[in-house]
């Protein structure tokens, strides 16, 4: 994976460069499910292949907040 270094953050996918609005974090992912950031977190570790791949990390190096596409597509947990 190659990443880009921004002003805002590290790109993983530089094809959302510009397009920050159809990004959304971990936490504000939970909120719109109903769970915990942790639990968000789980999902993408045990989901790897249905969850979106990380679009951008900001913050610290060692508690980056991180960004997945499909913020729109934010209304239910993955299937079992």
Known sequence: ???ESHG???WLRPEF???EDE???FTAAAKLVGV???TVSNWAARHPDDFPKVALLTGARLKPVKYVP???SWTSPPSR
């Open 23 to 25: 990004l959304i974090h």
């Open 70 to 72: 499909g913020r729109s």
């Open 1 to 3: 994976m190659t990443s």
């Open 36 to 38: 915990v950031r942790a």
């Open 17 to 19: 460069i510009g397009r």
């Open 8 to 10: 805002t953050g590290t």
